[in-house]
């Protein structure tokens, strides 16, 4: 039986956004806890990231680039010069102000010397929000790779993470090895969305030290300028939940939707508070080699 849709949600348009993984020496990646009393993924542990503003950001990755700072306080830009060194009181005090609209992003950056670093950005899928979801959103996800001198380290070191007061949409975030946040998730004691959980599995798959290698650095990079950078993803229940309350949701390339026959693109999952509680990824490919172009559509561009 195919799953209902939400005629209201079939005729919005998704809301551009933008999310980073950021993946440190010691190959983790940075997640942030959503406050659960927020309207979005309330509770749900998720990548730096956030919808697009058109007053503040000149591109997709520019909002990547703001998202990351406002919810962790790590600032993706590089100084022209040598001498400038922001406390960090007042880069707490500037991304409070960013995020409710009192200071601009982009003359921030301007008036201390800053550029931003897009060109370490590198394009890890793009994701819509199923039609039949009430609001909708379309996500470039990057990956980008920490240097060692950067506001965060590894572990649970927290350095300016947002307090859980004032409106604050993230209440904690720490650094995570993939294998350790899969754990977790399976453990029920967090939850993701399945773009995290499809993001996280991938690196999983490349992440298989807890040092950051070259040879892996190398494939993230490979992944990022092929087939597998480029995906827009639109994913699309195949039935209606089962009585334990499962569905399958399924990706571009299934056997379902445009791949060969017996090519597996697809998830199990059982839905949670706020997020999914359960997932099985059924990928049977290698997303670096087998990607089968025919079954994607031309990626979309964002519109700013």
Known sequence: MAATSNP???GQVPRPSASV????????????????QARHFGGVHVFPGGN?????????????????FEESGLLLASSSKSST????????????????????FQSFLSDHGLTPDIASLL????WITPVNVPRRFHTQFYVTFLSASAGFSSGAKQDRIPKPNGGQEVVSARFLHPEDALAEFRAGKITFMPPQVYIL??????????????????????????PFGRMVINPR?????DKDGRS?????????????????????????????????????????????LHAFDTPCKFKL
């Open 85 to 104: 060194v922001l406390s960090d009181e007042f880069l707490d005090d500037s991304r409070a102000k960013i995020h409710s609209q009192k200071l601009n």
């Open 8 to 10: 209201k949600a079939q």
């Open 123 to 126: 394009p890890f899928t793009q």
């Open 248 to 292: 399958i949701l399924t990706y571009e390339g299934d056997e379902t939707r445009g791949g060969s026959k017996g090519r597996l693109h697809r998830a199990q999952i059982k839905s949670g508070k706020g997020g999914i509680s359960e997932m099985t990824l059924q990928r049977n490919f290698d997303v670096l080699t087998e990607i089968e």
């Open 237 to 241: 229940p195949l039935s209606a939940p």
């Open 201 to 226: 599995q991938t690196l999983s798959e490349i992440f298989k030290s807890r040092q950051n290698m070259p040879a892996e650095r190398e494939r993230v990079q490979k992944l990022s300028s092929g």
């Open 21 to 36: 993984v950021i993946v440190n020496s010691r190959n983790e990646v940075l997640l942030v806890h959503r406050n659960p």
């Open 52 to 68: 697009l503003d058109r007053n503040q950001d000149t591109s997709i990755a520019m909002t990547a680039i703001r998202e990351t």
